[in-house]
């Protein structure tokens, strides 16, 4: 099946366009590079270097495409606030021209890669689809956004798209940078043989999920006859950045240890995804153990060579 991978030669866009692949599919990747890699691209698969707010560009490469996953976006909470212009011109009007390009091809179904950054402050846990929504940066606000265009267009042109609220996801192509993820950032720091930053006590807890598990999620919302609507793509289980600490450490066989610096403004206490509404929708199951994806990661980014280059 021809599918359109938008943000292809991101993170998880990576995984999921090497899966579809090991499926027998034929997905193709728009992405402008702006935080993706060249290195992430894989031979053979057609690739578009375009900007998603070029709507021509997007209606374009989504010809005779079966499913569009929608990854593309200005990720994080720092980056929007720095700049809130492009987060939500990246965000919202690309999934918009994401669905309007769906909606000419006759393409009924996007699955968008939405956020728990939607939810804001954390009033109860674990977090169900339902939990109130009030984002605390452009970013959340812009996810958000999207996700409502998503379920106006069901609503309109009785389209099947799937919106999935990823929590914290971690795996291997997930490189550390400058609006970095807390995995790639200890990473780093053990790579580079210096203690760990940890902010406030460290018992603040965290739902770690597996690309390789939110690829399963994205695989299944595409290919499931009905399912349409939001849902929490987590883990279900939580971990807190102390125990993290831990686990990264022993994965890498390295004691670097770990320094305290006082709390973040901004950062949530607990996070934990209530996952049952996807398992009930596509029968999503996450297969990954925490230990054992932090294992592979480990193994991964000790030999990435760009990894290499930034930490030598
Ligand atoms: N990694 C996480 O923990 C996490 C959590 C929640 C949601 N998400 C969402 O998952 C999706 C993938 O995130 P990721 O972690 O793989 O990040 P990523 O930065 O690795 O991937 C995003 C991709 O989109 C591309 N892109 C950015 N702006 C673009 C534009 N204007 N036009 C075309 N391409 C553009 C980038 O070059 C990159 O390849 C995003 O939509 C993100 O918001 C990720």
């Keep these: 099946m021809k599918t359109l991978v938008t943000g292809g030669a991101g993170f998880i866009g990576s995984n999921l366009v090497k899966r579809l692949l090991e499926l027998g599919h034929t997905p193709i990747v728009l992405d402008d590079l702006s935080s993706g890699y060249r290195e992430n691209l894989i031979a053979g698969v057609p690739f578009v270097q375009a900007d998603i707010r ?5 209606h374009a490469a989504s010809e005779g495409c079966a499913v ?3 990854l593309a976006a200005s990720v994080g909470n720092t980056r929007s606030i720095q700049q809130p212009i492009q987060d939500s011109q990246v965000n919202v009007i690309g999934t918009l021209n994401v669905l309007q390009a769906a909606r000419a091809r006759g393409i009924t179904r996007v699955v968008f890669s939405s956020s728990a950054g939607i939810f804001g402050e954390l009033k109860t846990l674990p977090i169900a689809e339902d939990h109130p929504q009030d984002p605390d940066s452009p970013y959340g606000t812009s996810k958000l956004a999207a996700e409502k265009m998503c379920l106006v267009y069901n609503k309109l042109y009785g389209m099947k798209n799937v919106c999935l ?9 997930q490189r550390y940078d400058a609006y970095g993820n807390v995995i790639p950032i200890f990473a780093n720091r053990i790579l580079k043989r210096e203690p760990i930053t940890i ?3 460290g018992e603040q807890t965290r739902d770690f999920v597996n690309a390789r598990d939110v690829v399963a999620a994205n695989l299944g919302a595409a290919f499931s006859a009905d399912a349409r609507g939001v849902f929490n793509i987590g883990s279900g289980t939580r971990v807190t950045i102390n125990e993290l600490a831990r686990i990264m450490q022993s994965a890498a066989g390295v004691a670097v240890g770990v320094q305290y610096a ?5 950062d949530v206490r607990h996070s934990l995804a209530e996952i049952r509404a996807a398992r009930d929708a596509f029968g999503f199951t996450p297969s990954v153990a925490l230990e054992d994806g932090l294992r592979e990661y480990v193994a991964w980014i000790r030999q990435d060579p760009l990894t290499k280059k930034q930490t030598k």
Excluded: I, L, S
Excluded at 262 to 266: A, Q
């Design 54 to 58: 070029d709507a021509d560009a997007v």
């Design 262 to 266: 006082p709390p973040r403004h901004g």
């Design 199 to 201: 902010f406030g006590d």
């Design 165 to 173: 609220r990823y929590f914290n996801v971690y795996g291997v192509n």
């Design 68 to 70: 569009v996953f929608h």
